[in-house]
């Protein structure tokens, strides 16, 4: 069966596959089972009586189906827009193989059909492919968020400016009129370097980033360089910063890409945290956590903070911080988490794989 559906699928994919998933069966004919099986488009092929011969996960998960209940039975068509059994036996029966877009709840769905003509024996069949759309439009939904974000921090800034040197030009102005004006300027322009460095660190953690070289690391050392550059910071926001070393042993990792992203974190910390209060850096072999004291994060905005453009309500910056964040600790084979309390404050933990004592190889 798999193989029937291989010889039909490699006549089918300029019709129907995404470069990527193309590329995979092109290379890897002689792993097709684990690439069909780990595809994030759902794939399912049906013989001429629409009756399911075969569902990847990705298709049983967009159908809502567990295990193999598709098997050997009709086509389900769960769409409250797009009837699919019907779509799929006008397929088989009359090859009008028509394929359309489909909603189920919060759920968008890309259908392709396409006839099999040597699938089951070689009487026939019909190829389904299905792309659960809801991600790619939460993430165009966020960019479209991030822009009016941009849009909005940058117009402050210039019109600040403008007027600004509008005035200087005119040359009327005392010393000390002048110079205020010098210092506004200033200021928009540090408004408008920030933005510029934000996008240019997503740029470098994106597609053409620079690989991570992973090593022997002391994550204290880097922890406590992240600090010492963070310090003049949260003096001049009345917050305590503090390194904890409880357990320092080494760990894999990039040195640069560790302090960036902790430099992420302690800059939301310090942010977010009352004058008064403190913020915690711990280590505990390959635990280092930043610990604040601030407002803490709502259950509803919990799910969403490492989204790349999500902005929570109040939150200000662009969106973009803590999926830089999560990109760099994730290339280098770690994880982030995060637990919060409204009010309370919140702990974000870096997790990455612990060296023996003993272990070959440098880094700070």
Not at 15 to 40: C, F, V, Y
Not at 233 to 258: C, F, K, M, T, Y
Not at 307 to 332: A, H, N, Q, T
Request: charged residues 30%; glycine residues 10%; proline residues 5%.
């Amino acid at each position: 069966m798999i193989r029937e559906l291989f010889e039909s699928l490699r006549e089918s994919l300029d019709d129907l596959l995404p470069g990527r998933s193309r590329r995979l069966l092109e290379e890897k004919e002689e792993t097709l089972e684990a690439i069909l099986e780990n595809m994030s488009e759902g794939v399912l092929a049906t013989d001429l009586k629409c009756r399911v011969m075969f569902a990847n996960p990705a298709a049983r998960g967009i159908l809502g189906v567990e295990g193999d209940e598709l098997l050997q039975r009709p086509v389900p068509s769960p769409f409250e827009d797009f009837d699919l059994r019907r779509a799929v036996e006008r397929c088989a029966r009359v090859l009008q193989c028509e394929g359309g877009y489909a909603h189920a709840g919060e759920t968008a769905v890309q259908v392709g059909l396409k006839h099999l003509p040597k699938f089951d024996d070689h009487r026939g069949g019909v190829l389904v492919l299905l792309r659960d759309l809801s991600e790619e439009q939460r993430l165009e939904a966020n960019q479209q968020r991030f822009i009016a974000n941009a849009a909005h921090e940058l117009k402050t800034p210039i019109t600040a400016i403008l007027g600004a040197t509008e005035l200087l030009l005119t040359g009327e102005q005392d010393p000390g009129r002048q110079r205020r004006l010098l210092e506004d300027v200033r200021t928009e322009a540090v408004r408008m370097q920030r933005l510029s460095d934000t996008l240019l660190r997503l740029a470098r953690v994106g597609a053409e980033r620079r690989e991570p070289h992973v090593r022997r690391t002391d994550p204290a050392g880097v922890a406590g360089e992240a600090v010492e550059r963070m310090e003049p910071i949260a003096q001049g926001a009345s917050v305590e910063l503090r390194l904890e070393v409880r357990d320092r042993r080494p760990v894999l990792a990039d040195p640069e890409h560790l302090e960036q992203a902790l430099l992420v974190l302690l800059s939301n910390a310090v942010k977010h945290s009352p004058e008064g209060r403190r913020v915690l850096v711990w280590i505990d072999g390959g635990r280092i956590a930043v610990e604040d004291e601030g407002e803490g994060i709502s259950p509803e905005e919990l799910p969403r903070i490492f989204e790349r453009f999500y902005k929570g309500p109040g939150s200000g910056g662009f969106g973009l911080g803590l999926s830089i964040c999560r990109d760099l600790v994730e290339g280098m084979g770690g994880t982030v988490r995060v637990s919060s309390r409204e009010g309370e404050g919140s702990t974000f933990e870096i997790e990455l794989k612990e060296m023996d004592e003993d272990a070959q190889g440098t880094g700070r």
